[in-house]
């Protein structure tokens, strides 16, 4: 049989796909398969100038923590010098005093990597990398070893800031712009993993705008060897530049499969400057609780796309201050469009606290433009608002009835709490397969409030009348609000 031939991006001349290959086809293939891998790597020959022009900005951190150690009345109490003594020593010894007496704790040791960012000592690591530590030290390249103490952290973001006193100037690293990484970059890891020292591993960039658990997470995923050990250590671009801080890895091994996350250097831009600043950070507040929105919600709102952030409830503070309300659709946020939760979230997160915003809400199917003054969200978690408490006629395969005081006592509702209780609800209705349960207080439908099972029946008829096709519902449950889109179509 004939070999067939195809073209093969990179090749300057076709490479042929064998049937047989003999020994001199082979050579062919081989070649081919080398100019495809230089074509794919534009780095160049080699990642070593640049591994070891970056090396000596990355360091090794060690902390110390002082741990409880057993109860010293359980310790067996003998004569110094007894026999026992020699033969369980872990038990009997060794003596911290005359009285028999060892130390009530106990020493922990941790490792992880981090990089110098001025040359005067400043050091971003993780904040787990640090958390609870008694003692800091951060290894140079150099192998010299000095003291650092702890400038501030971010638990949030898993940032922290270190600075140590060098006799002469350090070498150091500065961010780059993670926003115009793209997949497919290389990028360069180097860190201390598994308490080896320094190490150097390369990859590309497998993925952006990761979230894994955080309300501000926006990771690099990369395919570069990131192990234990790694975490707080740098990700470089081919620039050299610092577009990530190795953070976490999903492996079910414990060791790298190629999912390893660094926080974005855009991120920790702004984490560092405040940290370095203040000593702790500084994230706007803009005081609503939102839901992103699914095509039922945006029918039942009347709006033309899938996109926004709905406010499920204001409590009191710098929304509703603006005349924010719950039912508003939030579509601009400072001049940013507002795609989803997670984009307004970090939007404001980001923006300056006391900074007087343009927000552009959707409203009984018009714009309006409010300004609200955006408040500091750590004060608000400091002094969190008191929970808002949530919300006989057969309904939409539920069985509703009025709030009654043995109602508000049993599903342990305020004394001032409003709304429609849900009694009985059919596994198979809309409203079941929309999250609606027994035990939820439906509180507005339609964005009017209702008070009873027949309040509710007349808002619904009052949608079907109008030709809707779907009716919001703002539910509470455990206190927390939530909009629900129930189709109208039977």
Known sequence: MRPSQAPATGCTSPCPILYRVPGAVLTVILVCAQVLMAHARSPGESFANLAERLSPSVVNITTTTRIAGRDQSLRPRVPRGSPLEDLFPELFGPYGDENNNRPSHRRANALGSGFIISADGLIVTNNHVIEGADEIQAELYSGSTLDAKLIGTDAKTDIALLKVEPDSPLPFVGFGNSDVARVGDWVLAIGNPLGQG??????????RNRSLRGTYDDYIQTDAAINKGNSGGPLFN???????????????TGGSIGLGFSMSSNVVIRVIDQLQEYGETRRGWLGVRIQDIDEDVAEALGLNSVAGALVSDVPEGPAATAGIRAGDVILSFDGRAVENTRELVKSVGAAPVGKAVEVVIFREGEKQTLKVVLGRREDAERDPDAPQQESEQKLMGMRLSSLTEDLRRGLGLAADAEGVVVLEIDETADAYEKGVRQGDLIVEVGQKPVDSPKATADALNTARDAGRKSILLLIRRDGAPRFVALSLVE
């Open 198 to 207: 320094f190490s150097v591993s390369a990859g590309i960039i497998s993925a």
């Open 238 to 252: 081919m620039e050299g530049d610092v577009i990530g801080v190795n953070t976490a890895i999903i492996s079910p």
